[in-house]
């Protein structure tokens, strides 16, 4: 799943490179799903690989398009995905799965941790609320990992990348 679509930054690359067998690519710009959908056809991608959803993920009326599709959802959106929180959790499969979050922060380790921790400590927030529980026969859900990154640092402003692995407290997955 990527929540922000965009012309296809992450989407295009899961689908050729990543083998994803499906990608829901849901997007807010008219003009970027248009790009979007011809890039999907000049790849030569197979039909029914792709669902690209035109709307504003925030709605239920849009996210309920993907709910309980994705074993990976990708957050591309800065300077904050933060908004994309709760359609994102609602979009884990009842497995669970990785969500990717990304934001800006300043450069500093202490402001990083604590940001990486906000991060979690929300996600598990909304997973606690989550309708539906999960597989594990409706066992808690945890957020188990959290890895933190930085992806580029330009005038003292970093491009954080947060890693969350969400799964039910029960369920068991080999890695």
Same mark, same amino acid.
């Given at each position: 799943?990527?929540?922000? &679509?965009?012309? %296809?930054?992450?989407?295009?690359?899961?689908?050729?490179?990543?083998?994803?067998?499906?990608?829901? &690519?849901?997007?807010?710009?008219?003009?970027?799903?248009? !790009? $979007?959908?011809?890039?999907?056809?000049?790849?030569?991608? *197979?039909?029914?690989? =792709?669902?690209?959803?035109?709307?504003?993920?925030?709605?239920?009326?849009?996210?309920?398009?993907?709910?309980?599709?994705?074993?990976?959802?990708?957050?591309?959106?800065?300077?904050?995905?933060?908004? %994309?929180?709760?359609?994102?959790? *609602? !979009?884990?499969?009842?497995?669970?799965?990785?969500?990717?979050?990304?934001?800006?922060?300043?450069?500093?380790?202490?402001? *990083?941790?604590?940001?990486?921790?906000?991060?979690?400590?929300?996600?598990?927030?909304?997973?606690?609320?989550?309708?539906?529980? =999960?597989?594990?026969?409706?066992?808690?859900?945890?957020?188990?990992?959290? $890895?933190?990154?930085?992806?580029?640092?330009?005038?003292?402003?970093?491009?954080?990348?947060?890693?969350?692995? =969400?799964? =039910?407290?029960?369920?068991?997955?080999?890695?």
């Amino acid at each position: 799943m990527d929540l922000y &679509a965009g012309v %296809g930054y992450f989407t295009l690359p899961y689908l050729i490179h990543g083998r994803a067998k499906h990608v829901y &690519a849901c997007e807010l710009n008219p003009h970027s799903v248009e !790009a $979007l959908t011809r890039a999907i056809t000049r790849n030569k991608i *197979e039909p029914g690989r =792709c669902t690209v959803i035109h709307g504003d993920n925030r709605l239920p009326s849009v996210y309920r398009q993907f709910l309980r599709v994705a074993d990976r959802v990708n957050m591309g959106l800065l300077p904050s995905c933060e908004e %994309g929180f709760p359609p994102a959790v *609602e !979009a884990l499969s009842a497995r669970g799965g990785v969500l990717h979050v990304h934001g800006t922060i300043a450069d500093n380790k202490t402001i *990083e941790a604590e940001w990486a921790e906000k991060c979690r400590l929300r996600i598990q927030s909304l997973l606690e609320t989550r309708d539906g529980g =999960c597989d594990a026969n409706d066992s808690a859900w945890q957020v188990q990992h959290v $890895l933190c990154a930085v992806r580029t640092c330009v005038l003292g402003i970093m491009d954080n990348f947060v890693s969350t692995v =969400c799964r =039910c407290a029960s369920f068991t997955w080999s890695t």
